[in-house]
Structures are given as structure tokens and as C-alpha cells.
Nanobody, 120 residues
Framework: QVVLQESGPGLVKPSQTLSLTCTVS??????????FGWIRQPPGKGLEWMGA???????YYSPSFRSRAYISGDTSENKFSLHLASVTAEDTAVYTC????????????WGRGTQVTVSS
């Protein structure tokens, strides 16, 4: 019933900032400890966890993305965003948002994923 949907440009030029928004809709679920996160999968590679924002507003990032990524959530708690600066062709990937409702990651809702290509 609860649906996550990514939105944003499918094509980004090198050196620009990749910006995506994940909208949560279609119902209501509550959790004491939750997080909103982003993962990606480049062509031919495995999943890469990028970072997440948790229930108290704290953000955590993979070391691979800490210098370039920023994750934020809005006040209504129905959407959150990813900003990845200074992109290169290596940032071409399918980007997916997810909503984790428990600390152990057992209760998770996934977005469909969106293809983002970095090219001039």
C-alpha cells in the first residue's frame, strides 16, 4: 500500500550535481526507529549503499560518497532527497530509495529504481 517513487533527471552532465527525490505515498506506516536511504547499482556491478537519514535527523554516508553526497528529508516526512555533486561517467547507475522501518533492516520498502546516465 505504501509506495516509494524516485524522481529527477535521467541525464546529467559531468561535473554537475545529480539530484533525486523519493516520494512516499499511498498509505501510512509508523515506526519508532526508521531510516530513509539511497543505494545504487552501476552497470555490471553490485549494489552500493550510499547513505541514509534516520529518525532523529542524523545522516550517515558511505566513505565512498561522504565528500560528495547529501541526503535530506522534508518536514512532512513524505519525501527525501539525494544530491551527488561533481558527477562523472562512473556515477551512471540505477538509483533506488528505500524506507527501513526497523533497526535490523527486516522491514523494508523499496522504490522501483531510476536510471541516471552521466554523459555530455
Amino acid at each position: 500500500q505504501v509506495v516509494l517513487q524516485e524522481s529527477g533527471p535521467g541525464l546529467v552532465k559531468p561535473s554537475q550535481t545529480l539530484s533525486l527525490t523519493c516520494t512516499v505515498s499511498g498509505g501510512s506506516r509508523t515506526a519508532e526507529y526508521y531510516s530513509f536511504g539511497w543505494i545504487r547499482q552501476p552497470p555490471g556491478k553490485g549494489l552500493e549503499w550510499m547513505g541514509a537519514i534516520i529518525y532523529d535527523g542524523s545522516a550517515y554516508y558511505s566513505p565512498s560518497f561522504r565528500s560528495r553526497a547529501y541526503i535530506s528529508g522534508d518536514t512532512s516526512e513524505n519525501k527525501f532527497s539525494l544530491h551527488l555533486a561533481s558527477v562523472t561517467a562512473e556515477d551512471t547507475a540505477v538509483y533506488t530509495c528505500r524506507f527501513t522501518l526497523d533497526p535490523n533492516g527486516q522491514d523494508v520498502l523499496w522504490g522501483r529504481g531510476t536510471q541516471v546516465t552521466v554523459s555530455s
